[in-house]
Every structure is written in C-alpha cells, then in structure tokens.
C-alpha cells in the first residue's frame, strides 16, 4: 500500500467517526426528547402519571347538549351560561354543539 492510499483511507475512517459520533448524539437527543415528553409528567413519589384534578372528562351521550351537561356539573351559585361559555372555550368548541362520542373536559 502506498503511503497516499493509507493517508486516505486514515482520513476515510476519521470522516466515517465523525459522522457516526455525530449521528450517536443526534440518536441520543431524540430519545431524551421522547423520554421527556412521555414519562416527564410522573411523579417520581407514585410513578404513576400526574393527574389535573382541576378537570373531569364526561363522555357525551345521544341527546346530551352543552346546556345539559353545563346544568349537571355548574357549580352552585354560578351562572350557567358563563359556565357554559368557559366549557366551550377550554374544549375549544366552534359551536356549542357536542356530538355522542366526544369527551368533554369540564372544570371542577
């Protein structure tokens, strides 16, 4: 082997780790990415997912409108109809229409 051939196949091999400690840490990145946003909201106490007690998640029924479900769950004294808005407006409702089938989150 002359010595050209070996001083390319030296900067060959060299190029090639470069490109695989690049691509290992680019890898690595992606998977802390992944384990952050899936596991990031366990406790660590529990190891059980974190849960936001501020909300329920009510199932809509055949014939249940945003007023019925808003009569069922409006805290006392409050305003049915502002209630009713600000269900809307966290469950990013165009209309007040909810079909059978979909989850609405409800403030507690």
């Not at 082997?1 to 890898?27: D, V």
């Not at 007023?67 to 305003?79: K, N, Q, V």
Request: aromatic share 8%.
């Amino acid at each position: 082997m002359s010595k050209t051939y070996r001083r390319k196949k030296a900067h060959r091999e060299a190029e090639l780790n470069r490109q695989r400690r690049i691509a290992l840490g680019i890898l690595s990145a992606i998977v802390l990415v992944v384990c952050f946003v899936n596991w990031g909201p366990l406790s660590a106490v529990t190891g059980r997912a974190a849960v936001d007690d501020s909300y329920i998640f009510v199932p809509v029924r055949q014939g249940d409108t945003l007023w019925s479900l808003a009569g069922e769950y409006t805290p006392e004294g409050r305003d049915i109809r502002d209630f009713i808005n600000e269900i809307a407006l966290i469950n990013e409702l165009d209309s007040k229409t909810v079909y059978a089938g979909q989850i609405i989150k409800i403030p507690q």
